[in-house]
């Protein structure tokens, strides 16, 4: 124990050297996997850490992968190889990279994981080893990381199947045959509930049908009771809940509450001190199965942090818009701890992506995407795409009255089509700790993104929403970089009232960056308006599509 808190004491908070090899697990992933606030540097400006080389990574059982950052500052290119080995004993290796096992290093910051499955082909003990060849010219460099998993659990093992599925293929034919028979039966199973819900007796609610409601975008939410049928909305049979739990509508606005077993949790996508993300399926009778996203407080959560969870997570659950992320249900109220439930995304957040395999931040994922991953790489067009869709959201919330208050790429979501859509903000300090600060009022703040009369004053209006929209850009701009990032926390606001901006970023062009310092004007009278801002993004996308 002593080892490892000299190991973490010496490399705290260690800035990346500007020349070199570096190869690190951030603070970040340190914070998640070990629960330090610490940077765990094996190379770092091309020579190795022999400490953080003998030191055997703890990673527990809930963690499905391992993430690192490496990047080459040297102007001699870095050739690598890297190879991996279980203790399975057997000719398979059952852990998995989310990159090619050789290549060069990339001259920019990037991030690669290691998947760490639990599943029954593999020991209760898993320990992993990870051996990478550094090559510059004839020289050679040997680099070793050893990591351990407790993969004991029983039910962690079957929970992580789906992981080992994606990793190693099925070799026996009587695998195929398990699978052939589980979807034959999952279709007789979904067979049997549709023909229930199309041929139940009609007349039972001929007389005491429910009250018609109105549901806004012609969005049907359905209760998680009994299913019956009911003809009151045309030719079409809907499958709707019993009268007395009929959807409640207020306002023309939905609202709709889940019974847990309407939820079927599946693998996790983030993980927090007292948060998690998962993935699910939503099952209503007489509906396809659904995928969503469940976000819900641990068992060590205290009530204070499941009451904030609750409060900041049902802000939007009235908002229909396409920019804005929506809640689709709750489960609460019945003394377990409450979930959150919201439609499945393909690339989670801007910053975070909810795909385990590819662990790093999506415009960091941009940023490196040469592989041909995505369907092109982004440009300056996609860029302003990105940032007009947040705008979008942010003027449709002021339109409401609403200010989010917390404007940042990690509460932005993207779906497969590249829509990018505004959340709330429960549970990102637990997911980002690195972005929030507590000034010694005991209250973890996203200082540096806030609008000066947010700092000093406690001040929220749609100005401060477009002065952290300012921020945005800049993040959108420089693909996720940390703003403010040499500026300790506490220092922030002194240099705000001195006039101290955000710089101007590389290949950033004058006319965005000029956009981004008109929403950091001092006075929050200065700034434009979320409508104003829309028109000078817009017409600079025009204009950017003319020249191309």
Request: net charge negative.
């Amino acid at each position: 124990m002593g080892d490892k808190f000299f190991l973490f004491s010496f490399l705290l908070c260690l800035p990346l050297a500007k020349a070199g090899l570096n190869f690190f697990i951030s603070q970040q992933e340190s914070f998640r996997v070990l629960g330090l606030v610490a940077e765990l540097a094996y190379v770092r400006d091309g020579s190795i850490n022999d400490v953080a080389q003998h030191f055997v990574v703890p990673v527990p059982a809930h963690i499905h992968e391992l993430c690192f950052v490496w990047v080459n500052a040297d102007p001699k290119s870095v050739k690598y190889s890297i190879f991996t080995k279980d203790n399975s004993m057997q000719s398979v290796n059952h852990v998995s990279l989310n990159i090619s096992n050789q290549g060069v290093v990339p001259r920019e910051p990037q991030i690669f994981c290691l998947l760490l499955p639990c599943t029954t082909i593999l020991p209760s003990k898993l320990e992993v080893s990870m051996k990478i060849n550094f090559t510059s010219f004839n020289n050679v460099t040997v680099l070793n990381v050893v990591m351990k998993k407790d993969c004991s659990s029983e039910e962690l093992r079957n929970v992580e199947q789906d992981v080992l599925s994606k990793v190693i293929p099925a070799e026996d034919s009587s695998f195929m045959l398990y699978v052939a028979v589980g979807v034959a039966f999952g279709i007789l199973v979904v067979s049997l509930a549709a023909a229930s819900c199309f041929l139940c007796p009609k007349h039972n609610l001929c007389h005491q049908q429910p009250p018609r409601t109105i549901v806004p975008s012609g969005t049907a939410l359905y209760s998680p009771v009994q299913a019956t049928c009911n003809e009151d909305l045309g030719a079409a049979t809907l499958c709707v809940s019993d009268p007395a739990a009929h959807q409640i509508v207020i306002e023309d606005k939905t609202s709709f509450r889940l019974q847990r077993n309407n939820i079927h949790i599946g693998s996790t996508l983030l993980e927090g001190t007292f948060g998690s993300i998962f993935h699910a399926t939503l099952q209503i009778p007489c509906q396809p199965l659904k995928d969503v996203i469940v976000k819900t407080v641990k068992h060590n959560a205290a009530e204070m942090q499941v009451k904030l969870m609750m409060e900041e997570g049902t802000r939007f659950q009235d908002l229909v818009h396409p920019n804005i992320y929506p809640l689709i249900g709750i489960v609460d109220g019945d003394g377990s701890r409450p979930l959150l439930v919201y439609p499945s995304v393909t690339y989670g957040n801007l910053k975070t992506p909810h795909k385990c395999t590819l662990c790093f931040r999506w415009l960091l994922y941009c940023r490196g995407s040469l592989d041909g991953s995505l369907p092109h790489p982004l440009c300056t067009q996609d860029l302003v795409t990105i940032a007009l869709h947040v705008l979008r959201g942010v003027q449709y919330l002021h339109q409401q009255n609403i200010i989010h208050k917390d404007l940042a790429t990690r509460n932005c979501v993207i779906d497969d089509q590249f829509h990018v859509k505004l959340t709330d903000m429960a549970l990102s300090r637990d997911f980002f700790p690195n972005d929030y600060h507590c000034l010694g009022d005991n209250e973890n703040r996203p200082i540096k993104w806030m609008a000066m009369e947010s700092l000093t004053r406690r001040e929220f209006s749609t100005s401060s929403d477009i002065w952290s929209f300012g921020v945005v850009l800049w993040e959108v701009t420089t693909l996720a970089q940390q703003p403010y990032v040499e500026i300790d926390p506490f220092e922030v606001g002194r240099v705000l009232r001195d006039g101290y901006r955000l710089t101007q970023p590389v290949n950033c062009p004058d006319e965005l960056y000029a956009i981004m310092a008109y929403c950091w004007a001092s006075s929050k009278n200065e700034r434009p308006t979320a409508p104003q801002l829309y028109r000078e993004l817009h017409q600079f996308h025009h204009q950017l599509n003319e020249y191309i």
